[in-house]
Structure formats: structure tokens, C-alpha cells
């Protein structure tokens, strides 16, 4: 099965529903089911303005699954920032980040188990663990 590395928080961000579009600098062709891995990158400063406490959050480990819908290619700024609280980027990210996969239906495994990220989407051929 396809998975995609997020930093936390937004690993949490999207696994937990909060967050429904995942920026990328690349566009995909690839739909459907994927496993949400958290990697071992935290941006601290996203954690602090969010409120999230960043010693509590997984980290090298795959979190659960995702549904890939669509890929949203952003063409303005009016349209990154109209998204805002769909990826929780920074307005300053929109010369970073022209690719937001729109995501649903996230679900979160009873517990995450380690695994190694790598970049882009990647297979991993290990049974998946049922979700909550």
C-alpha cells in the first residue's frame, strides 16, 4: 500500500480530520487509500501556535490511512490563502507549495507502529492494523 511522511503536527493535523489538504511541491496522479506516516521532523513552532504539545505527538511511525480525492493545483495566492484553515500553511508558503491533495475519510490505527519515512509516496508491504 502507497504511504506519504508528513511532519508533525500535521500528521496529527490530518489524521485527526483537522487538516484536509496536504500541500506538496509535486502533483500526483495517484487516488485512493494511502497510510499516514508521521516522521521524525516536528516543527515546533507549528506545534506552539497550534497549542499542541510536541512531546506527546508519534513520531517515525504510521499513524493510520487517508483517502486521496483530488489534487488541487493553487494558481493565486487568494486561493492558497482562501484554504487556509484547510492546510494550515502560512501565507508565505504559497512560492513553497502549488499542490494541495485534498483529503478525506482519515482514520487513526488503535496504535501507530514504527516505520522509516521516505520522500514522495512509498510501498509499504507490511500487514496494516485495523483502525479505531
Not at 501565507?91 to 482519515?106: C, D, E, L, W
Amino acid at each position: 500500500m502507497k504511504c506519504l511522511s508528513l511532519k508533525q503536527p500535521y500528521a496529527e493535523l490530518l489524521i485527526s480530520g483537522r487538516k484536509t489538504i496536504e500541500l506538496r511541491k509535486w502533483n500526483t496522479n495517484f487516488r485512493g487509500q494511502f497510510l499516514v506516516h508521521a516522521s521524525k521532523n516536528v516543527n515546533k513552532e507549528k506545534c506552539e501556535f497550534l497549542g499542541i504539545d510536541c512531546n506527546i505527538l508519534d513520531i517515525g511511525a504510521i499513524l493510520g490511512t487517508a483517502i486521496l480525492q483530488d489534487v488541487k493545483e493553487y494558481k493565486n495566492r487568494t486561493e492558497f490563502e482562501r484554504d487556509r484553515n484547510r492546510h494550515f500553511a502560512d501565507f508565505k508558503n504559497f512560492a513553497n507549495y502549488h499542490y494541495g491533495f485534498i483529503i478525506r475519510n482519515a482514520k487513526r490505527f488503535r496504535k501507530p507502529f514504527p516505520y522509516l519515512g521516505q520522500l514522495k509516496f512509498f510501498e509499504v508491504s507490511r500487514p496494516i492494523r485495523k483502525v479505531k
